[in-house]
């Protein structure tokens, strides 16, 4: 894998991808997104919600991320996700109906905890969106 690294992506009902790539950058709980290139020093970070930008023969790709921990070592990357999709496994009329649900419990929140529970649901739809975007580029 000379000038690679294996990014493995995980999550308790299947693996996502599993490839190598040149290099990567994922989000994580509480420092932002961390840039991984091969030889990076080992590091085990939790992860939050968001994209999985990675290089792959001269392109970048995206897969969606929604927590979990990441271990990070010279040569691989293994993300152990909550959740976790690839752009084609996303289906755009299920995300814009997705969308409108989250925007009318927005909308309709009667409470602190049903607010954040909606806005975190609308949150997920757009980063689904902007994964399911990147495929058609």
């Known amino acids: 894998m000379d000038g690679h690294l ?20 994922f989000p994580t709980a509480h420092r932002g997104y961390y840039g991984i290139l091969p030889g990076h020093t080992p590091v085990l ?5 968001g994209l999985i930008t990675y290089i792959q023969n001269g392109q970048k790709n995206l897969l969606t ?3 979990g921990f990441a271990e990070v070592g010279p040569d691989r ?5 909550r959740q976790s999709e690839t752009p084609e496994m996303l289906e755009a009329t299920a995300l814009e109906s997705a969308r409108q649900e989250a925007l009318k419990r927005l ?19 757009i980063i689904r969106a902007q994964a399911r975007g990147s495929a058609s580029n």
């Open 107 to 125: 909308k309709d929140a009667q409470n602190p905890q049903e607010l954040a529970t909606a806005q975190a649901d609308l949150d997920a739809t």
């Open 77 to 81: 990357v293994t993300i152990l996700a």
């Open 65 to 67: 991320v929604f927590g």
């Open 6 to 25: 294996l990014l493995e992506v995980v999550t308790p009902e299947r693996k996502v991808f599993s490839a190598e790539v040149a290099e990567l950058s």
């Open 45 to 49: 970070t939790p992860v939050g919600d």
